[in-house]
C-alpha cells in the first residue's frame, strides 16, 4: 500500500490481554490506588457502565470514556505522547514492515 493513501492511520491503546480502547474517546485515566476513582467503578458497576478488561489479572488503571462507560485496564498506560504526524509515520512504517 502506498503511503499516499494514508490520511490518519487509526490505532487502538491495549488495556488488557486481549482488550483495545480507541484513545481519542478517553477522557480521563486514574490509577486503581487512587480512593475517588475506586468510588466511581463501584458506582458504575450496578448502572452497566463498567468494562472489565483486565482478564483476571490485577487492574492498574481505570478509564473515563466520553460515553460515560469506565473502562478498567490491566496494562499500563502508554507515557510517551507523539504528536499525530509523528505517530502516524511510525505506524505506517510498522504497517509497511508488516510488524503491525
Not at 26 to 36: D, F, I, N, T, Y
Not at 58 to 66: H, P, R
Request: proline share 8%; with cysteine.
Amino acid at each position: 500500500m502506498s503511503r499516499n493513501k494514508f490520511t490518519h492511520c487509526p490505532y487502538l491503546w491495549p488495556v488488557g490481554p486481549a482488550g483495545l480502547v480507541a484513545p481519542d474517546r478517553v477522557l480521563a485515566a486514574g490509577r486503581w490506588e487512587s480512593a475517588p476513582i475506586r468510588r466511581a467503578v463501584r458506582k458504575a458497576k450496578p448502572e452497566g457502565r463498567l468494562i472489565d478488561l483486565t482478564f483476571g489479572r490485577a487492574c492498574k488503571w481505570v478509564l473515563f470514556l466520553d460515553s460515560g462507560h469506565i473502562v478498567l485496564a490491566a496494562v499500563p498506560m502508554p507515557v510517551a505522547v507523539l504528536e499525530d504526524e509523528e505517530l502516524d509515520q511510525l505506524l505506517i512504517q510498522k504497517y509497511e514492515e508488516g510488524s503491525l
